[in-house]
């Protein structure tokens, strides 16, 4: 497997893919962490998003082999 997925007829870098799904997902998960109340206990909103960010990003390359996507 060459690491690229096609979509459409345009093959895409899976990592880009993997990109784009936790980009997605970091949004949802901010905005309920906003609506919960999270943000009012952490100093560093931005921080606590950009780590949000690497965690879901780390989850999905990690779960991608059992969806069949090889990073």
Request: glycine share 8%.
């Given at each position: 497997?060459n690491?690229?997925?096609?979509?459409?007829?345009?093959?895409?870098?899976?990592l880009?893919?993997?990109?784009v799904?936790?980009?997605v997902?970091?949004?949802?998960?901010m905005r309920?962490?906003?609506?919960?109340?999270?943000?009012r206990?952490?100093a560093y909103r931005?921080?606590?998003?950009?780590?949000l960010?690497?965690?879901?990003?780390?989850?999905l390359?990690f779960l991608?082999?059992y969806?069949?996507l090889h990073?």
């Amino acid at each position: 497997m060459n690491g690229e997925v096609s979509i459409l007829g345009v093959f895409m870098p899976t990592l880009l893919l993997i990109a784009v799904i936790a980009s997605v997902l970091t949004m949802l998960l901010m905005r309920v962490a906003d609506f919960v109340g999270f943000y009012r206990i952490v100093a560093y909103r931005a921080l606590v998003d950009l780590c949000l960010y690497v965690m879901v990003f780390g989850a999905l390359s990690f779960l991608a082999t059992y969806f069949g996507l090889h990073p």
